[in-house]
């Protein structure tokens, strides 16, 4: 609450001050009535800020964004990011709960690229959803990352009770606002990922395909 609310106010607050612009990025999660958990209602309470600040804002609903600058084995979190550090590994990947529940995953670059093009041509929207517009089942996803790293390992499936709102399948409603952007086909960046991740520094003496 006091980074997603609290801190998006003092942003606001110098983006006031100097006359810039604020993209903020939220969740999708935050468009679920009501918030699912205290993750999507932080970034609701940072839309709220947005919107109802004097500053110039775009709050951007983000789907399941992954690439370059996620690090599993640096603490980030993200279900491809995962499944691409144990695939490199030569570890099973484990997918507790339902493992057919889906995420729209959208690569990095591909979302920058479309914030670009937002700043350059700034209309009139305060709200826009950012995601590839294609729902993937998180086996789906994990089986491209073992194949991106040519890795042989097995995919457990053990289901199990997730918190609130992680066993949910989650993708853009029809016709809901959304940034302009040309999303990659899901193998293209999974397996451009999976390689950017062998160059990391953190993938030295790992497992090699």
């Known amino acids: 609450m006091r ?6 106010v003092n942003l606001l607050d110098g983006c006031a001050e100097h006359g810039a612009v604020l993209v903020y ?3 999708a999660r935050a468009g679920i009535e009501p918030p699912p958990d205290a993750y999507a209602m932080s970034k609701r309470l940072g839309e709220e800020a947005c919107l109802l600040h004097a500053a110039s804002a775009v709050v951007l609903r983000l789907t399941s964004v992954f690439g370059p600058g996620q690090v599993a084995w640096e603490g980030a979190t993200g279900a491809i ?5 144990r695939a490199i590994d030569g570890r099973p990947i484990s997918i507790p709960g339902n493992p057919q529940r889906t995420r729209d995953f959208l690569y990095v670059d591909d979302l920058v690229a479309g914030v670009e093009r937002l700043l350059a041509e700034r209309g009139d929207a305060d ?3 950012a995601g590839s517009g294609a729902a993937t089942p998180l086996l789906d996803a994990a089986r ?3 194949s991106a790293a040519g890795a042989g390992v097995e995919v457990e499936t053990p289901g199990g009770e997730l918190p609130p709102g992680e066993d949910e399948s989650y993708a853009l409603e029809p016709g809901v606002p959304r940034l302009a952007l040309t999303p990659r086909p899901l193998p293209e960046a999974v397996a451009a990922y999976v390689d950017w991740l062998r160059l990391h520094p953190a993938a030295e003496g790992r497992a090699r395909a």
Request: a negative charge; zero cysteines; hydrophobic letters at 55%.
């Open 81 to 85: 990011a995962a499944f691409a550090a």
């Open 25 to 27: 990025p939220s969740s």
């Open 144 to 146: 491209l990352a073992l």
């Open 127 to 129: 709200l826009l959803y």
């Open 3 to 8: 980074e997603n609310a609290g801190t998006t």
